[in-house]
């Protein structure tokens, strides 16, 4: 199965907001709520951000939301800070006992 | 605190096998699937592996099925991947992570604890 779909590169001055859009099908994304977002700092181990498509874990910033329409997830960082500045993957179950990841979102803070 | 300390990792020759070890503490184990994921250089992440809390069950990603094996000890808290006829392309960083729901219906849900990761490097 191939990677879930997201744009490379996204990019935005301090405090303004980006928007990454996740991918897949109908099959994944589509028939579960099981969307999660990650965020990947250099040489650290990543950092659930959001699970089931829109919660936060306790101690995320609500500057980070989510949401679901169809077979794409989308991923919104508002208030962008330097420390944002990361690699953001998202993934969904599958619908047969395996996890598919995105390939990944470099966002820049400018 | 609620951590995995992983271990194991190192440069191998290509063809021999590999055991990496995560290390629970701060939280039952024992009542928690578990998963193995790993990151290539310069590329994205990949899902390999994920156990039962029991150990009763393993599901794999189908570019492992095989060669990977994951197994734990709830008695020590540990979970493991064993990596058999090591190839080039298992260089990577590879992670354990936590899923967070303790009943096997939600597995797949979401990763909410990882390791610092060990990095494997194949040689030829």
């Known amino acids: ?49 959001i699970y089931e498509v829109s919660k936060r874990p306790s101690g995320v910033p609500d500057r980070f939301s989510a949401s679901k329409s169809g077979n794409t997830a989308s991923l919104t960082v508002s208030g962008l800070q330097p420390e944002d500045e990361a690699d953001y993957y998202c993934s969904s179950y599958t619908g047969s006992n395996s996890l598919i990841f995105g390939g990944g979102t470099r966002v820049t803070v400018l | 605190q609620v951590q995995l300390v ?8 290509s ?26 250089p310069g590329r994205g992440l990949e899902w390999l592996a994920l156990i039962w809390f029991d150990g009763n069950v393993q599901h794999y990603a189908d570019s492992v099925k095989g ?11 540990t979970l493991f991947l064993h990596i058999a006829s090591l190839r080039g392309d298992d260089s990577a960083t590879y992670y354990c992570g936590r899923d967070m729901w303790g009943t096997p219906h939600s597995y797949f849900y979401g990763l909410d604890v990882w390791g610092q990761g060990t990095t494997v490097t194949v040689s030829s």
């Not at chain 1, 990454?20 to 950092?47: E, F, L, M």
């Not at chain 2, 070890?21 to 699937?33: D, I, L, Q």
Request: with cysteine.
């Open chain 2, 15 to 40: 063809g021999k096998s590999l055991r990496l070890s995560c290390a629970a503490s701060g939280f039952v184990f024992s009542n928690y699937g578990m998963h193995w994921v790993r990151q290539a």
């Open chain 2, 6 to 13: 992983q271990s194991g990792g190192g440069v191998v020759q």
């Open chain 2, 67 to 77: 060669r990977f094996t994951v197994s734990r000890d709830n008695s020590k808290s």
């Open chain 1, 1 to 49: 199965q191939s990677a879930l779909t997201q744009p490379p590169s996204a990019s935005g001055s301090p405090g303004q907001s980006v928007t990454i859009s996740c991918t897949g099908t109908r099959s994944d994304i589509g028939d579960h709520n099981s969307v999660s977002w990650y965020q990947c700092h250099p040489g650290k181990a990543p950092k659930l951000v």
